[in-house]
Nanobody
Framework: VQLQASGGGLVETGGSLRLSCAAS????????MGWYRQAPGKQRELVAN???????NYADSVEGRFTISRDNAKNTVYLQMNNLKPEDTAVYYC???????????????WGQGTQVTVSS
């Protein structure tokens, strides 16, 4: 199983970015997909997640600015980030709770991380 994240970059305060993360491999079913971030010197934190029925959950710090969505047919999760602030600067990691044909127990898988930098 691989989670391939893309879409990070450098943007000015108030700008927008869209992250994508596609899961591939012998996947039977994906439960929750989400995005986490880790800034230098800080712990990794949940940004947002979405379950297979489309129910979403956001960190208070991004509520109203970020939107998470997913395409179940493509095993892909997206994070639309608007009105970005310098404090959003971090490495963003995608995460998927999924089961494979080889192992039907749901396990957490992580993408490689993509850097988001917001200049002031």
């Amino acid at each position: 199983v691989q989670l391939q994240a893309s879409g990070g970059g450098l943007v000015e305060t108030g700008g927008s970015l869209r992250l994508s993360c596609a899961a591939s491999g012998n996947i039977v079913r994906i439960n929750v997909m989400g995005w986490y971030r880790q800034a230098p010197g800080k712990q990794r934190e949940l940004v947002a997640n979405i379950d297979s029925n489309g129910r979403t959950n956001y960190a208070d710090s991004v509520e109203g600015r970020f939107t998470i969505s997913r395409d179940n047919a493509k095993n892909t999760v997206y994070l639309q980030m608007n009105n970005l602030k310098p404090e959003d600067t971090a490495v963003y990691y995608c995460n998927a709770d999924l089961a494979t044909y080889r192992d039907t127990t749901y396990r957490a898988y992580w993408g490689q991380g993509t850097q988001v930098t917001v200049s002031s």
